[in-house]
């Protein structure tokens, strides 16, 4: 009998702001889509409420996951918590509550157990993505009402940095497991190394992400480095980012391929020299196991968080304190074949590290346990809690 038999039949909901067809989707969603088909395919019967939008129905199942797409990204939260209240959903044996900067509420409406999954705290986000009303606002939610709210519910964290920001606003540690993230199986592509230098920046193209970062890098070593080009895949956001970028970038310097295909992102990664990752706050970088598949090591920031764990310092990958050091770090990489060599053989290995299958089992652990009333303490359930 298999120890997380006893899932089966369960009704599990997710509240999340995003899916992974909504445009905006990132590697929040896909964790979100790996968790919870994995739930599924134990047997649970499992939904994501999450917005709607033009690139989906408002109603679909794929791979036994039911998807009912309500609002938008702020209504959204309100359609949760009518659709949790009303019982609209049916019969809820357990709802995991994605706080994206913003929880659900779910506590409020439902006497079903909540799991809180958070991938990062968004403290440095709100004064950047709005106004300084809606900033306060925001953080104070984050900061304060949400670890309230929650206190006596289990959280799931994606990195061992997001459970200790978690402690820092309040939240008590011991109700914090930690679930990595995995890594997808290679993609199989015809690619090699670009002869030139070539750095890739993979992800939305928001101000959060600060893509002007790595920009600027490469417009800043171009005299030592005549041939360096970046190749940045991802969309904009809210439609203001991409031109803001755009005006920093050369032609001859910067492509920006927008939105592509899973084979064209891993043929970038595949003949990029190595990945720039800029981010104010990763809460474990997804992109950095997918450009390791292709040997790819990773130059990011330490700030962000997550990216202490996913990059290995000075093994797969350079982590810099600021601006000057991510275009320090770009220059030593591109200068240096065999230290970019040794750090792309290592975060190869490292890819190989974290799966989701193992990822999928360890959130039906805590799954399971929220459901028995037990909460799984601070001690990873990757480490075998």
């Known amino acids: 009998m298999h120890p997380l038999d006893d899932l089966a039949g369960k009704h599990v909901v997710f509240l999340s702001w995003r899916d992974t067809r909504n445009p ?34 408002p109603d679909e199942t794929v ?26 959903l049916g019969r809820v044996d357990l709802v995991v509550d994605v706080q994206n900067g913003l929880p659900f509420f779910s506590r409020l409406v439902t006497r079903a157990p909540v799991v809180v999954l958070v991938h990062h705290v968004h403290r440095e986000q709100w004064g950047v993505l709005f106004g300084p009303l809606m900033a306060r606002v925001g953080w104070w939610i984050e900061r304060r009402f949400a670890p309230w709210l929650y206190r006596r519910c289990q ?27 995995g890594t997808d199986r290679v993609v199989r592509v015809d690619e090699t190394k670009a002869p030139e230098p070539t750095i890739a920046v993979v992800g939305r193209l928001v101000p959060h ?23 940045v895949v991802g969309n904009g956001w809210l439609g203001g980012e991409p031109p803001r970028v755009r005006r920093r970038a050369r032609r001859d310097l910067v492509t920006f391929h927008g939105h592509v295909e899973e084979h064209t992102k891993h043929e970038v990664y595949a003949r990029s020299w190595l990945l720039a990752l800029p981010s104010i706050k990763e ?28 990059v290995r310092a000075d093994v797969t990958g350079l982590l810099v304190d600021d601006q ?15 230290l970019r060599a040794r750090l792309g053989t290592a975060a190869l290995a490292m890819s190989h590290s974290y799966t989701w299958e193992h990822a999928q089992e360890s959130f039906g652990v805590v799954v399971l346990a929220a459901l028995e009333g037990r909460v799984i ?9």
């Open 155 to 181: 959280y799931v964290a994606v990195s061992r940095a997001t459970r200790a920001e978690l402690a820092e606003l309040g939240v008590d540690p011991r109700r914090v497991a930690v679930v990595h993230n």
């Open 209 to 231: 992400k600060q893509v002007e970062h790595a920009v600027d890098a490469v417009v800043a070593l171009r005299a030592e480095h005549p041939g360096i080009h970046l190749e």
């Open 283 to 310: 809460g474990w970088g997804l992109v950095i196991g997918e450009a390791a598949m292709h040997a790819t090591p990773t130059v990011a920031y330490s700030s962000a968080g997550g990216t202490r764990e996913s």
């Open 63 to 88: 791979d036994g996951v039911h998807y009912v797409r309500r609002g938008s990204k702020i209504t959204v939260y309100l359609r949760g918590m009518l659709a949790l209240a009303t019982r609209r």
């Open 24 to 57: 905006e989707g990132g590697g929040a969603e896909r964790y979100l889509e790996k968790v919870a088909g994995g739930l599924a395919a134990l047997g649970c019967r499992v939904t994501i409420l999450c917005a709607a939008h033009a690139a989906a129905p």
């Open 377 to 385: 303490d601070a001690q990873d359930p990757d480490e075998g809690a």
């Open 324 to 338: 000057d050091g991510l275009t320090a770090a770009i220059d030593r990489l591109v200068r240096d074949h065999d």
